[in-house]
C-alpha cells in the first residue's frame, strides 16, 4: 500500500472511533435527560395530589378538589409528554 492508502484509512479509523463515542454519549445524554425529566415531574406533581388529597379528607372546605386533582393529572399526563419529546429529540441527535 502507498503512503496514502495508509493515511487514510487511519484517518478513517479515527473517523468511525469519534463518530461511535458521539453516538454512544449522545444516547446516554438522551437516557438521563428523560429519566431526570420523569423523576422531577412525576415527585413534583404526584406530591401535589397526595397533599391534595389528604386536604380534602381532613373536611375543612367543600369537595371541590375534582377539579384540582383533574389539574393535577393533566400535569402528570404533560410530564410524560415532556420526557417523551425530550427522549424524541435526542434521538435526532443521535441518529
Same mark, same amino acid.
Given at each position: 500500500?502507498?503512503?496514502?492508502?495508509?493515511?487514510?484509512?487511519?484517518?478513517?479509523?479515527?473517523?468511525?472511533?469519534?463518530?461511535?463515542?458521539?453516538?454512544? #454519549?449522545?444516547?446516554? !445524554?438522551?437516557?438521563?435527560?428523560?429519566?431526570?425529566?420523569?423523576?422531577?415531574?412525576?415527585?413534583?406533581?404526584?406530591?401535589?395530589?397526595?397533599?391534595?388529597?389528604?386536604?380534602?379528607? #381532613?373536611?375543612?372546605?367543600?369537595?371541590?378538589? #375534582?377539579?384540582?386533582?383533574?389539574?393535577?393529572?393533566?400535569?402528570?399526563?404533560?410530564?410524560?409528554?415532556?420526557?417523551?419529546? !425530550?427522549?424524541?429529540?435526542?434521538?435526532?441527535?443521535?441518529?
Amino acid at each position: 500500500m502507498s503512503l496514502d492508502q495508509e493515511t487514510y484509512k487511519r484517518q478513517a479509523e479515527a473517523a468511525y472511533q469519534l463518530g461511535f463515542e458521539l453516538l454512544k #454519549s449522545a444516547r446516554a !445524554a438522551q437516557i438521563e435527560y428523560g429519566r431526570w425529566l420523569v423523576n422531577t415531574l412525576w415527585l413534583m406533581h404526584s406530591g401535589a395530589i397526595v397533599g391534595l388529597l389528604f386536604k380534602a379528607h #381532613s373536611g375543612e372546605h367543600p369537595p371541590s378538589y #375534582s377539579v384540582a386533582l383533574f389539574w393535577f393529572v393533566a400535569g402528570i399526563v404533560s410530564a410524560f409528554i415532556a420526557a417523551f419529546a !425530550a427522549w424524541w429529540n435526542f434521538t435526532f441527535a443521535a441518529v
